[in-house]
């Protein structure tokens, strides 16, 4: 079962844009973790927001997670070509839990 | 090496071979994990590892078995390969499971036929 729900399914912005991706769960988690994968490769880990933490930031990368709404977004600002990927969102409580992910792309 | 490194990248099996699958890391890195990724499903945990020696079963364990005799180490082997089993196969690795990171190799594309 999938924990996490990532929303949209497919993003498509012109470089030099936002883009923000919702994540939604089901159940108490201990974080929630955001990763990229680019097209044929492995996972990449982005950033980590703790159950007690609200906000979170990295880069151009902007993390929020609402435990009473069990939602999270993901928003990268100022976007580039080399942001096209699919972001997945994945839920921890005792294991990871993955959604089905976001992909973006980015047009220069 | 750094990282995770997983071998082969691909490979094509005809149903009922016995294959194995090979992760090796060299983080040091106490918890280890084999995932499948199916197009629009995400990733899905088959089995983990929390430290050498130990291996627990996750979401979809069936037609799967992975050993752990050493913290590097964690193949993945199907027995008897079916076509439901192809899927590119991710293998991650965390200092301990549960909170922290994963870090993920580069994963390997396994056609059943």
């Known amino acids: 079962s999938q924990q996490g729900e990532e929303d949209p399914q497919a993003l498509s912005i012109q470089e030099g844009e936002n883009a923000t991706m919702n994540c939604s769960y089901k159940?108490?988690?201990?974080?929630l973790q955001w990763y990229r994968q680019n097209s044929g490769r492995g996972l990449v880990h982005l950033i980590l927001i703790r159950s007690n933490e609200r906000e979170k930031h990295s880069g151009r990368l902007r993390v929020t997670l609402d435990t009473s709404k069990k939602s999270s977004s993901l928003l990268i600002t100022a976007s580039r070509a080399a942001d096209t990927a699919s972001y997945f969102c994945a839920t921890e409580r005792g294991q990871l839990t993955f959604g089905s992910g976001t992909q973006l792309t980015v047009l220069p | 090496i750094a990282g995770i490194t997983q071998a082969p990248t691909s490979q094509i099996l005809a149903a009922g071979r016995r294959m194995t699958l090979r992760c090796t890391q060299d983080?040091?890195?106490?918890?280890m994990y084999w995932y499948r990724q199916d197009l629009g499903l995400g990733l899905r945990l088959i089995h983990y590892s929390n430290t050498a020696g130990t291996t627990g079963k996750g979401e979809v364990p069936d037609g799967y078995s992975v050993s752990r005799a050493n913290t590097d180490d964690f193949p993945l082997t199907l027995a008897s390969a079916v076509p439901s089993q192809t899927s590119v196969y991710f293998c991650?690795?965390?200092?301990?499971?549960?909170?922290?990171?994963?870090?993920f190799g580069p994963g390997t594309r396994l056609t059943v036929l």
């Open positions: 983080m040091r890195h106490n918890a």
């Open positions: 159940t108490s988690i201990n974080n």
């Open positions: 991650a690795s965390s200092v301990d499971r549960g909170r922290d990171e994963q870090f």
